[in-house]
């Protein structure tokens, strides 16, 4: 009545009935190529070993869901990315990226700056999706993690 709503996190602790009660909440059906809620709680509990987390990235879980379940249809492929961080003793890290995708079979290739590398890598990701996707312009990354996963 006053806004709460529940949050069903998925982690390594998690179980079947969690995964079951997300893909649901997702718009995910489960089972339909053998990857059933038991199978895709060992995946998870596997990659978060290796150090990946779910907990608090609907969006990544969402797609792994439909990557193991064959629903998967990518909005655009990554071709090729290349980032150059420069950094002089009188001024800041900046760095540059350039990125090569495709959408629907027509390549762009792109390049932009950044703060960072992630930030440079967003600003040419998004430079490149603009004219296929205008509404990213609404969006913003305001929040990331980077890990080095082996």
Request: glycine share 8%.
């Amino acid at each position: 009545m006053v806004g709460n709503k529940r949050r069903v996190l998925v982690s390594d602790l998690s179980g079947k009935s969690n995964i079951e009660y997300k893909a649901k909440e997702l718009g995910i059906e489960l089972g339909t190529n053998g990857y059933d809620s038991r199978k895709i709680v060992s995946e998870i509990k596997r990659m978060e070993q290796e150090g990946y987390q779910f907990d608090m990235a609907d969006a990544s879980f969402k797609i792994l869901l439909e990557k193991f379940t064959d629903q998967y249809q990518p909005l655009f492929e990554l071709k090729s990315f290349r980032v150059h961080i420069e950094k002089d003793a009188d001024r800041p890290c900046t760095a540059h990226a350039t990125i090569k995708i495709s959408v629907g079979g027509k390549e762009e290739i792109t390049a932009a700056e950044g703060d960072g590398p992630v930030s440079a890598l967003d600003n040419a990701l998004r430079k490149a999706l603009d004219k296929f996707y205008p509404e990213l312009a609404a969006m913003r990354l305001i929040d990331f993690k980077v890990r080095v996963i082996g």
